[in-house]
């Protein structure tokens, strides 16, 4: 129900929308063995992760959803995520980045703040809305009646809208980017 309401805010300023159903499909969680940094920036196991990559290096935008468990986010989108972030911050630097969660009563905030942090340590501009993304119910009917919900899903839209928008313009109108400075490593362990 979030993501369709998000997605119907974007289709309506005529953004392209791809969604990527995670489902029952088997991700195996990220061994940081750096095949991907070494190679092609692909992970060497063959799956949802690369098709998902193939994607991203186009995306304007991304908006990641999950349903609640004990206080975070699903194990299959926490395995993706893992593995699609892992050393690829350029990849995804610049680009805005909304997570939604979806439970029937608490730890929302919680996996909300989890899936962020892929994109405030990756440079991305992350997108607010009227109220935390989330939304409540069990199932999709109780969803339907969380109306402040789907109207945040609505804001949300709107706002990533705006975003990829203001992004765009400023390529159009040359613009840069902000520079960056190179990432330090500082490990403490001596």
């Given at each position: 129900?979030?993501?369709?309401?998000?997605?119907?805010?974007?289709?309506?300023?005529?953004?392209?929308?791809?969604?990527?159903?995670?489902?029952?499909?088997?991700?195996?969680?990220?061994?940081?063995?750096?095949?991907?940094?070494?190679?092609?920036?692909?992970?060497?196991?063959?799956?949802?992760?690369?098709?998902?990559?193939?994607?991203?290096?186009?995306?304007?935008?991304f908006v990641f959803g999950t349903?609640?468990?004990?206080?975070?986010?699903?194990?299959?989108?926490?395995?993706?995520?893992?593995?699609?972030?892992?050393?690829?911050?350029?990849?995804?630097?610049?680009?805005?980045?909304?997570?939604?969660?979806?439970?029937?009563?608490?730890?929302?905030?919680?996996?909300?703040?989890?899936?962020?942090?892929?994109?405030?340590?990756?440079?991305?501009?992350?997108?607010?809305?009227?109220?935390?993304?989330?939304?409540?119910?069990?199932?999709?009917?109780?969803?339907?009646?969380?109306?402040?919900?789907?109207?945040?899903?609505?804001?949300?839209?709107?706002?990533?809208?705006?975003?990829?928008?203001?992004?765009?313009?400023?390529?159009?109108?040359?613009?840069?980017?902000?520079?960056?400075?190179?990432?330090?490593?500082?490990?403490?362990?001596?």
């Amino acid at each position: 129900m979030a993501l369709k309401e998000i997605e119907s805010i974007l289709n309506k300023h005529k953004i392209e929308t791809k969604t990527i159903w995670l489902g029952t499909k088997h991700i195996s969680g990220c061994i940081a063995c750096n095949h991907c940094i070494k190679t092609n920036n692909r992970c060497f196991i063959g799956d949802v992760v690369n098709e998902f990559l193939d994607e991203a290096e186009t995306a304007d935008g991304f908006v990641f959803g999950t349903p609640v468990h004990f206080a975070s986010a699903s194990g299959a989108l926490t395995s993706f995520l893992d593995r699609c972030f892992y050393g690829r911050g350029k990849l995804f630097a610049g680009k805005a980045f909304a997570g939604v969660v979806s439970c029937r009563r608490g730890g929302a905030t919680a996996t909300f703040d989890q899936i962020n942090k892929y994109a405030l340590m990756s440079n991305m501009y992350v997108v607010g809305s009227s109220y935390w993304n989330q939304i409540h119910g069990n199932n999709a009917e109780e969803a339907k009646q969380d109306l402040e919900g789907l109207e945040t899903m609505r804001n949300l839209g709107e706002n990533m809208a705006y975003l990829i928008k203001c992004i765009e313009s400023a390529k159009e109108n040359n613009i840069p980017k902000p520079e960056l400075e190179n990432k330090v490593k500082t490990n403490f362990i001596r």
